[in-house]
């Protein structure tokens, strides 16, 4: 009998699965996050993508690219642009009537996109949303 030797190869073992497991959650903090391979994206602006597929997809598109007649394409946009953060989140609170002088498609854009329990506060992740798609 060799205790010592038992007793190496037990803490062999452990420290092997310690390794393993380890190694286990490194991969997965790697892959978390990214979207799958794409850039690191932040929290906020992962869930303002996500906000914004519940409450605007219907009418822009889930990744905002417009959608014929109904709401317009929002990347790279003069309008979102040309707005500070407060700005964009008071535009979102009040939309914008088809009898808006600014209306060009002749259909509403609901005040908070139609979702009227939206807070201020998910109303400015959408915003870094869409923010990080000029
Ligand atoms: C029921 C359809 C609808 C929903 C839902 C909707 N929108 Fe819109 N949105 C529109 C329409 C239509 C316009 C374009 C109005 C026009 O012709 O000027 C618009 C315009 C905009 C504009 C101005 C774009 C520009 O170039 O002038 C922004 C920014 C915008 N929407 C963001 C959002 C966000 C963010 C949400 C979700 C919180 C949302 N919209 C939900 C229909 C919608």
Do not use: W
Request: hydrophobic share 35%; glycine share 14%.
């Amino acid at each position: 009998m060799h205790p010592d030797r038992n007793r190496l190869r037990r803490r062999l073992g452990t420290t092997l699965a310690s390794l393993a497991l380890l190694t286990i959650a490194l991969v997965a903090v790697g892959c978390g996050g990214g979207g799958g391979g794409g850039d690191a994206v932040s929290p906020q602006v992962a869930e303002g993508h996500d906000l914004f597929k519940k409450t605007c997809a219907t009418c822009h598109g889930p990744e905002a690219q417009g959608m014929d007649r109904l709401g317009k394409n929002l990347h790279k946009n003069q309008f979102v642009r040309g707005k500070s953060d407060p700005e964009l989140i008071a535009f979102l609170r009040e939309g914008r009537p088809a009898t808006h002088p600014d209306n060009t498609r002749g259909v509403d854009m609901p005040p908070k996109g139609g979702n009227p329990a939206i807070t201020d506060e998910e109303l400015g992740k959408i915003v870094a949303y869409m923010r990080s798609i000029q």
